[in-house]
């Protein structure tokens, strides 16, 4: 006898939508400050102001490769549990593509929060 699951998941995972409003909302502040400072950095250089410019890069580039990451092992993890659910008397799911957007999504939206975080102190 196998059992379905019969639990109803939404269209879009809702930690996707949380996500996606905090990247509408945030971005453009993180934006914005980070503008304002390399307009000030070039007008008059310190080396704080070249930091910031430089970890600004370097988040962009990591939160980049933490993203492609979490996609990779979202899509492990849903072929895994679909390959062990027939052994375990379940049904398996459909792929799920909007479980690998949400976690694309996820390290962009935690360095948008903690950059608008900081910055928001430094001003």
Known sequence: MTRSRSRKTPAVPVGAHADLATLAFTAPFV???RMTGMWLNVL???AKGDRENSMMVNEKVL???ESIAAMNLSIAKQMTDAAMAPLSGMTPRQFD???VFAASLRPYAKRVTSNARRLSRKS
Do not use: H, K, V, Y
């Open 44 to 46: 008059s250089p310190t």
């Open 31 to 33: 934006i914005a400050s």
């Open 97 to 99: 593509p909007q479980l």
């Open 63 to 65: 939160a980049g490769f």
